[in-house]
Structures are given as structure tokens and as C-alpha cells.
């Protein structure tokens, strides 16, 4: 049974960090591509990160573009998103996801190309 767990969420002031988690089973880890997703109140779903089964390939969006990086650990089958300069327009509640998907469909970081999902996490950025 898949199964995908976030947790790091939490509050923090404007400026701060965070690094969020996601613990997925082994055979979604080593096989599938993974991302970040995030969904403010009233707001549609959207991508934040993705990264390759290797490691090797990252996107971002543009709105977190220097200042967010996601890597994995595949001896611990986890998924990272490290999180600087917070700023109050993150906040939102974060997902992780796992997918099979060409660097190309990566790249498009779109949530209906991912089959795998986690409950999320809540992060809260002050001003």
C-alpha cells in the first residue's frame, strides 16, 4: 500500500525557515518522480518542486525560485523541501506527490500528472 507522509509545517515569521518531510514507501521512492504542491484558502493547487527519481533534475516555480530546494534521500526514502526567506504569500498548506513522469511532464509541475498524494502539512507565515 502506497503511502506518503508530510510533516516540518509549521509558524514562522517573515524572513525565517523551515524544512518540510515527506516519508513515502520504498517502491514508490526509488521508481517515481516527486513534488511539492501547495494550496492557499481560496486558492487553486499549485506546483512549487519537483525533482527526477535520481536526484538529478530539479524544477521550480518562479515564485520560490532561490529560495526554496527540494532534494531526496533515497537510503531513507524522503522527499525535501528546505524552505528560506519565508514570506507571508507561502503560506498555505503543503503536499508532497509521486508520479511516473519524462523530465518534460515534470516540468510542467501539474498536479493532475501525479498519481500519489500525502494529507499535508500546514505552514504559516507572519509579516
Known amino acids: 500500500q502506497v503511502q506518503m507522509v508530510e510533516s516540518g509545517g509549521g509558524s514562522v515569521q517573515a524572513g525565517g525557515s523551515l524544512r518540510l518531510s515527506c516519508a513515502a514507501s520504498?517502491?514508490?521512492?526509488?521508481?517515481?518522480?516527486m513534488g511539492w504542491f501547495r494550496q492557499a484558502p481560496g486558492k487553486e493547487r499549485e506546483g512549487v518542486a519537483g525533482?527526477?527519481?535520481?536526484?538529478?533534475?530539479?524544477v521550480y516555480a518562479d515564485s520560490v525560485k532561490g529560495r526554496f530546494t527540494i532534494s531526496r534521500d533515497n537510503a531513507k526514502n524522503t522527499l525535501y523541501l528546505k524552505m528560506d526567506s519565508l514570506k507571508p504569500e507561502d503560506t498555505a498548506m503543503y503536499y508532497c506527490a509521486a508520479g511516473r513522469l519524462t523530465y518534460t511532464v515534470l516540468a510542467r509541475l501539474r498536479q493532475s500528472d501525479f498519481v500519489y498524494w500525502g494529507q499535508g502539512t500546514q505552514v504559516t507565515v507572519s509579516s
Open positions: 520504498g517502491y514508490i521512492y526509488t521508481s517515481y518522480s
Open positions: 525533482i527526477n527519481y535520481g536526484g538529478d533534475y530539479t
